[in-house]
């Protein structure tokens, strides 16, 4: 049937797809601390900032959203001049090693609660 | 010594002031009447975005600048998300800053 062959290739692309994605998953974080030197000037040693608050703070916050900033920064889809140029001299790797090193580091980042004050 | 001291604070004072006007600081109980509904993806630990996966960002403590910033850019369609423009759509400006004030207020207090 046609219709089991296509359903055959989806599945081969999908699984295709899914192991070059996580080929890309695994960050280092020692590699990404050695390549943060530029991201510090703004963000900070440790992703906690210089005091700049309309830069974010990078500590803490989920690895996976982070590249996913990196990517978009990169691709375009996420616009910002200052960020473009950094991001579109990463590779895949390095963002994934950034992301990594960034996201393992202590700061006040959390998850959002709005419940009354106790 | 004393003179210096008052010269370096109204030197200080003419510096802050326009750049606190330039960026009206929300108010935080206010925000956080407003912040229910951000809860329901940002409040919840390993929630994730689908169609790209990845967690949704933690976003309490975040500098208020910065979340200013970010809910502004979905507002105006410069920052794409699909639910975040939405919400951001639905909220005055100085809605947006209590949010922002009461965000940045959330973070967990770090030692």
Do not use: W
């Not at chain 1, 192991?19 to 998953?25: D, E, P, R, S, T």
């Not at chain 2, 407003?34 to 500098?63: D, E, F, S």
Request: include cysteine; charged fraction near 15%; charge should be positive.
């Amino acid at each position: 049937m046609k219709g089991h062959a296509m359903t055959l290739r989806l599945l081969i692309a999908l699984t295709l797809g899914s192991v070059a994605f996580g080929a890309h998953a695994n960050g280092s974080i020692d590699a990404g601390k050695q390549k943060s030197q530029t991201c510090q000037a703004c963000h900070g040693a440790d992703g906690n900032g210089i005091g700049i608050t309309m830069y974010p703070i990078l500590a803490g916050q989920h690895a996976d959203y982070l590249r996913k900033a990196l990517g978009d920064y990169k691709s375009g889809a996420r616009v910002n001049p200052i960020m473009a140029g950094f991001a579109g001299a990463l590779s895949e790797q390095d963002i994934a090693d950034l992301a990594a090193y960034f996201s393992s580091q202590q700061g006040p980042l959390v998850e959002l609660n709005a419940d009354p004050a106790k | 010594m004393k003179r210096l001291n008052a010269l370096a604070l109204a030197s200080l004072a003419l510096v802050t002031l326009p750049f606190a006007a330039a960026h009206a600081q929300g108010d935080p109980a206010l925000g956080r009447q407003l912040a229910y509904t951000c809860t329901g993806c940002h409040g919840i630990a390993g929630y994730k975005n689908a169609y790209p996966q990845y967690h949704v960002p933690r976003i309490a403590g975040q500098n208020y600048d910065y979340l200013l910033a970010a809910l502004i850019a979905y507002q105006k369609g410069e920052r794409t998300h699909p639910t975040m423009q939405a919400q951001a759509a639905s909220f005055s400006e100085t809605d947006l800053q209590n949010l922002a004030a009461f965000i940045a207020s959330a973070g967990k207090v770090t030692p």
